[in-house]
């Protein structure tokens, strides 16, 4: 008898976007006139800029000629791009990071969620609350967790990130093997500096604990010395895996692209003891499960690092950056409290004891506007919404005067 | 301190074509002047057909206009390509799959490899050998294994494939929970007939079995008589999976797209024996670590079923045909026993005895061809080489006049 993973009967039946589209397609159903402007999910909307374009068609023209034509490629990526990633993100930025350390992938979701397949079965998780979900429920499918009780696994080591400890995450009080961090922070937009990284690289170092780093909105850090990339803190090679994307840093959430930065001496321990290269492990992964990125997408994001690329990248950012600063000036007059929106796309908003489905609901019956309730990304975001900065000036503008109406 | 998953240590450290690529290029740096010709790996040549290219651009320039341009899609992919899949690939060849019963992916290999998340860690598995390697290496990832002794993992049941059976797996003579089944067949190239596959359809359903169906080479069926999918048996739609891709059909190695078909009346079993619906696992799954494929690569599969598309698509097919059918005939003259070719991109040569790695550096060494040794497909391939379809005709030519050299 076929039977079935039963891990994945302690997930909630749906994923959190999926629950938000489902209410705000209902509520369009019932109002089909209603002007729905989205400032949910943080999707990006601005068009692929046209540097970008330009690589793509490039890309799609090689594909057009048997001369140029390209079949299977490097399932880590083309040499190409991995140089280019390199060279641009890490060091001329100072971070000691080699062109075969990047793994290129269809996007960070996807290796944020297949990452753990590494690991032992039993070891102990530290999750930041408010979280991303993905990093939680990919472990509870893989049986990490026991159940989930009043809304938390068991098992899982939950780091609490609250006003009073300004939504960083604080050293756990258990030991733990794994920990996920996420800077500039999804959901709250806060982040951590130099040394708040620092003493977790060297609680890692201390533990033989690994961190997976998410640095998915790295490119909206406007402040110089805040950390874009956890290479930036010294020993961090041994201890750290790196996550990056292009969803949000060029507007590649329906392009897809993103990759991971596995350092090689970063070692990890078979149930021996004895050291393991998770440079070797992921790239077995890697090489076994996945097949490469597009040719045509690789080109694209090859020119994300064209110097007009970059201009045209940097111009997009400033444009969602300064939708976030109009969001926090509503947000502050409105006398809410908030976190994020100043070095992330992301503001996170105190609704003053409101439920965060109750307020999320309020905004979308009454102001037409789709925000994502803090507590779908954990218990700590029960009285939080998010808002995204992801959307046109013009709309931005228009949910917020009508926020000032719903909510004055 | 951070544990490794142990079971990656049971796996070969590299994966097949990774060997094969390392013996190349050794071979070519010592030998630079040698025009190798690689009928190995089964990656296709051919560029993509112009409809499909027409397709490819129009997406990127819906990617370059803020009013068209497309951020994250459904995971599971848009509903323009699923309901072109189930139309064409399906419902007018008369098998009943709907829209919602296709989930588009990057490609089989990741589907192939993603699906065993979905079952318990102790069902027992029947896989054929010789076969595609990544059905084994990811179980053996997920510990359905045990130790390798003497090339095959304990705890499998191996369904041999050999002369004497016409290559085709025979019922396993104890019970077996999940059937990973490939026709035609990666790598001999042989082919089932309905009835042939009745017997397992028969047999999943008898002895709630679950059957992955990987038709990835469907579109080289030239006999009208032989069934192109699962869903042409009776009672499939209960127990078996599909996995299909473009990657083969139409040049799209290079491009990633390939689809993954799970009936809604599929039903597996949790652990107290109650009915799980697999579409709704994979949905959860497929939603919670994939974030949909790039959406131009969406618009140019979908141009694979546009009138010209279908046209050029089979116009390609049919030259890689002829290349099978010049190689059968060469490998006939040579006096040696093959199978595949007529209905496959495959030609399984049985070589008169000598070892797979040896046949194969002889070919490469005498002939400076590359084909695939038999052995890495598993122990009953130990004695076979794959040669591959997928090239020009002109080098397919120029590499069977090399093999008459060196085999006479």
């Known amino acids: ?39 949910g999910i943080g999707d990006v909307t601005c068009a692929l800029a046209p540097a970008i374009i330009k690589g793509f068609h490039q890309g799609v023209e090689e594909m057009a000629l048997d001369k140029s034509f390209r079949g299977y490629g490097p399932e880590q990526g083309y040499e190409f791009l991995r140089q280019a990633i390199a060279k641009n993100d890490f060091q001329d930025k100072g971070c000691d990071v080699a062109a075969d350390e990047i793994f290129v992938s269809d996007g960070a979701k996807c290796d944020c969620g297949n990452f753990q397949e590494l690991f032992a079965g ?7 609350d408010p979280v991303y979900p993905v990093y939680l429920d990919t472990n509870v499918m893989a049986g990490r967790t026991g159940k989930n ?32 961090l996420c800077f500039p922070n999804n959901p709250t937009g806060s982040t951590a500096t130099k040394q708040d990284l620092k003493v977790w690289v060297d609680y890692a170092r201390e533990n033989k604990a690994l961190i997976l780093f998410d640095a998915a909105y790295e490119a909206f850090i406007r402040e110089d010395e805040l950390p874009r990339s956890i290479y930036e803190i010294e020993g961090a090679r041994q201890v750290a895996v790196e ?23 970063c070692m990890i321990y078979d149930s021996t003891g004895a050291k393991v290269s998770l440079h070797a492990m992921w790239n077995r992964r890697h090489t076994t ?38 969001i926090r000036k509503t947000v502050a007059d409105l006398g809410f409290d908030y976190v994020g929106g100043k070095n992330a796309p992301y503001i996170w908003i105190d609704g003053k004891g409101r439920d965060s489905w109750e307020f999320f609901d309020l905004l979308l019956t009454k102001a037409s506007v789709v925000c994502t309730p803090g507590g779908g990304f954990g218990r ?3 009285s939080y919404i998010r808002i995204s900065a992801f959307n046109s000036l013009e709309k931005v503008e228009t949910a917020m005067e009508r926020l000032k109406k719903a909510l004055k």
């Open 1 to 39: 008898m076929i039977r079935a993973n039963d891990n994945y009967s302690k997930l909630k039946a749906s994923y959190l976007f999926s629950d938000i589209a489902k209410r705000v397609n209902d509520y369009q159903k019932k109002n089909p006139d209603a002007d729905i402007i989205r400032l």
């Open 122 to 128: 039993d070891i102990k998780i530290a999750i930041p």
């Open 149 to 180: 009780v009043d809304g938390r696994y068991e098992g899982i080591v939950y780091l609490d990130c609250e006003k009073q400890n300004n939504f960083l995450p604080q050293l756990p009080k258990e030991p733990v093997d794994l920990i996920y």
């Open 243 to 265: 996550f990056r994307s292009f969803s949000k840093t060029a507007g590649f959430t329906g392009t897809r692209c993103g990759f991971t930065v596995v350092p090689k001496d």
């Open 289 to 326: 499960k996945f097949n490469g990125v597009s040719y045509p997408v690789q080109k694209a994001a090859e020119a994300v690092y064209s110097p007009e690329g970059k201009k045209q990248v940097a111009e997009q950012i400033a444009y969602y950056l300064n939708n976030a600063d109009v």
């Open 380 to 382: 700590c975001g029960n």
